[in-house]
């Protein structure tokens, strides 16, 4: 089962409308849109896959939709791009 | 007093809205449309100011490469006794009857110039140069195992240009 892990050398501050987060090692800089805020926040320390993550968004947002296709799929492509950015680690 | 009143006001009100503001819809917006936006320490940098300054940064920014690459890319365990073949180092994976595998040191300054690895792309330099071929597998490794480490952003913002796996 592949898990989604946050990574622990970041820093994340919560701003008004807006979240940063900041990656120690790379000294860079992202700035999350909302639901970006939310996916990151849905991935608990200890991991969980992406059934998991959705089923806890849901728990916290009642409805998840996707622009397109459904909205599982359209999670992992999020989740992808938190791990590209090595903001969250991929173990499989 | 009509301060007092509408403090009073404040206090009755119910906890509901609050929680139904977080149990908002969420929608996840098309891919195409990006939900991050990225502030490297290379922009930061810059002193020519605007998008010719970014650049010229990341052509001069490091990626340091440590000691004891192995022609897989891995970083060789420090316990692992090397073996000399001629002058080119080498170990054994799993003990005598393991892999052979030529073991490689950091480049002369310990780092590659943005600029060095560009151009080693560029040029195919990982075909006759068994050093940089190992440097370059240590690269992509790092670069894909999504845990970071000091230069990375300097080797993203090359390699997501000039070279794609």
Known sequence: MALYVPVEAVRYEKLDDLSLVFHRLSGETHILSPEMEAIYEAIPAGGADAEQILFRLEAVHGLVEAEEGDPASALCLRLDQLTELGIVRHIS | ?165
């Open chain 2, 1 to 165: 007093m009509t301060d007092q009143n509408s403090d009073q006001e404040g206090m009755m009100q119910p906890k509901e809205p609050e929680v139904n503001a977080r149990r908002r819809v969420l929608k996840l917006g098309a891919v195409a449309v990006p939900a991050i936006a990225t502030l490297t320490p290379s922009m930061a940098m810059a002193t020519g100011g605007g998008v010719g300054g970014a650049n010229i940064s990341i052509l001069a920014c490091q990626v340091p490469i440590p000691d004891r690459i192995d022609e897989d890319g891995e970083v060789v365990p420090a316990h692992k006794n090397l073996h000399y073949d001629g002058h080119q180092a080498y170990y054994y994976e799993n003990g005598k009857r393991g892999k052979k595998k030529y073991v490689f040191n950091a480049p002369y300054q310990g780092h590659y110039s943005g600029q060095e690895i560009k151009d080693g792309y560029l040029n195919n330099r990982y075909i006759h140069d068994a050093q940089f071929k190992a440097h370059v597998e240590y690269l992509q490794k790092m670069r894909n195992s999504g845990t970071g480490g000091a230069g990375i952003s300097c080797l993203m913002s090359i390699t997501n240009s000039s070279y794609k796996t």
